[in-house]
Nanobody
């Protein structure tokens, strides 16, 4: 089992920045991929960004590429999402997820564990 706890959300004005964190505990050594998803009110949950620990790379949704950066600290078992130039449309509940075998990082189905989410609200 892997437990994921997100933090760092909050209220920020458009153009501002936030850094989300996801602390992982448990059998974290089995997680090969970690990602961030988000869900806005009335919408389906969508992929934001992901990272493969093997060094195979990072992945981003087109709307956040160049503004968001995903990274991780293996020693601290923590995943980060640096969000810059935030827009009102980035307002959502942001979830952290991890998976052992994730063939398509943008699809929820491949992830095994999920956090409870942290709210990000961007005011115009």
């Amino acid at each position: 089992q892997v437990q994921l706890v997100e933090s760092g959300g909050g209220l920020v004005q458009a153009g501002g920045s936030l850094r989300l964190s996801c602390a992982a505990s448990g059998r974290t050594f089995r997680s090969n991929v970690m990602g961030w998803f988000r869900q806005a009110p009335g919408k389906e949950r969508e992929f934001v960004a992901a990272i493969r620990w093997s060094g195979a790379g990072t992945y981003y949704q087109d709307s956040v590429r160049g503004r968001f950066t995903i990274s991780g600290d293996n020693a601290k078992n923590t995943l980060y999402l640096q969000m810059n130039s935030l827009k009102p449309e980035d307002t959502a509940l942001y979830y952290c997820a991890s998976g052992i075998a994730v063939p398509f990082v943008s699809r929820e189905r491949g992830y095994d564990y999920w956090g409870q989410g942290t709210q990000v609200t961007v005011s115009s």
